[in-house]
């Protein structure tokens, strides 16, 4: 059993919402998106231990790996001009608690660079 799979992400021309199974919903507008990180742990295999942040402006979603959509949102993520792959690929080795910086909005002038442990 893969309790991933009840997170439901729905991809819409507004953003992305993430439905979790005990009934919050996040989201996360395609306009107010600064940035997409990968967050590992070393807690897997037994729990999940891969989840993509999206950094909102006010608000953001956390989506574990396994997620119902999940392989839509990867595709579309692909998309954003400037997507780190490479990140991605250092993620998906990666069996500590890390995080990895996938993509940045570049007109981040009023904002302070994201701070990664």
Known sequence: MHPEQDVIVTLSEQGVSCAH???SIEFVGWDELRAVIIETTDG???LPDVFWILVGERRGCVVPQGATGERELFERLQGLQ???NEAVLSAMLC???RRFLCWQKT???EYPPLELR
């Open 44 to 46: 897997g295999p037994v």
């Open 82 to 84: 400037g997507f780190d």
């Open 95 to 97: 069996t500590e608690n």
């Open 107 to 109: 007109a981040l002038s």
């Open 21 to 23: 199974p005990g009934g």
